[in-house]
């Protein structure tokens, strides 16, 4: 007895290709990016490797300027944009490293070899590449900027959850650095800062109950005649013990735990 089954065949494989890949751009989506992740974790489990060993790096990128492309020309230039952004990330990917699209601008890219310092280089090139880069719709060119968090994903220790949670809060921290930044995550140095900012959440709470907080106004004077006269305005703690703390030592920390608005307010 024979039976053609290409046709069933063809359906389940047009079926597992759209459960695994972003239907506009053609990249994988964030199933399948996790799925990988999961499966170089579980690799380092299986077969043990060397202490802290890097199996691969995930690299988190996000274009912020998309949203002013929707606002001017609308949601079909917004994907027209994302395909061309596709376009630019692919010939910084190898055959065997995985190009992800997860959200609306951003995309997650996950190098298998090289280590963490291939995939920076590699993600500075192509942010060159995006800084020289005009998207342009109804003759009008509009350029991009990139922020871009790099996690190392090391073998038989991570779990995904803590990758993406590191990985967003690197391209969080890129951000912050301003337009086109990288920021690499390392393990002891966050590891410490958060250690210092949790130190700092109970001494805001108290500066905040007991009205512990100081507007200050400081002279910003010309070094001419002709110059204008400015005013900076920084808030300042007071401490229990009446000692003024600056607002470097505990806005990181009101900034990270959502703490910010509450001393705005």
């Known amino acids: 007895v024979m039976k053609d089954i290409t046709e069933a065949f063809e359906f389940s494989h047009l079926l597992t290709y759209q459960a695994t890949h972003d239907s506009l751009t053609g990249c994988y989506n964030r199933k399948a990016l996790e799925s990988e992740i999961r499966a170089l974790l579980w690799a380092g489990q299986e077969q043990p490797e060397p202490a802290n060993h890097e199996s691969a790096t995930l690299c988190l990128i996000r274009f912020d300027q998309l949203d002013i492309i929707i606002n001017e020309c609308g949601y079909a230039a917004e994907e027209e944009a994302l395909c061309q952004i596709k376009a630019l990330i692919q010939p910084f990917v190898e055959e065997t490293d995985l190009l ?29 590449e995006i800084q020289s880069y005009r998207f342009r719709y109804q003759q009008v060119d509009y350029g991009l900027c990139v922020n871009v968090g790099i996690v190392p994903l090391v073998a038989g220790k991570d779990d995904l959850e803590a990758v993406m949670m590191r990985a967003s809060s690197a391209r969080q921290l890129a951000r912050e650095l301003g337009r086109n930044k990288i920021y690499v995550h390392d393990a002891k140095a966050d590891a410490d800062e958060q250690i210092s900012d949790r130190g700092w959440l109970v001494k805001i709470q108290s500066a905040l109950d007991a009205d512990r907080l100081r507007v200050f106004c400081q002279e910003i004077a010309p070094i001419d005649d002709q110059g204008e006269t400015h005013y900076e305005i920084l808030v300042r703690m007071v401490s229990e013990e009446g000692e003024l703390i600056p607002p470097e030592d505990f806005i990181r920390a009101a900034e990270r735990y959502g703490w910010i608005s509450d001393i705005e307010y």
């Open 100 to 128: 992800a699209r997860l959200r609306s601008g951003e995309f997650g890219l996950i190098f298998h070899s090289g280590g963490v310092e291939a995939a920076q280089k590699a993600i500075e090139n192509l942010i060159k």
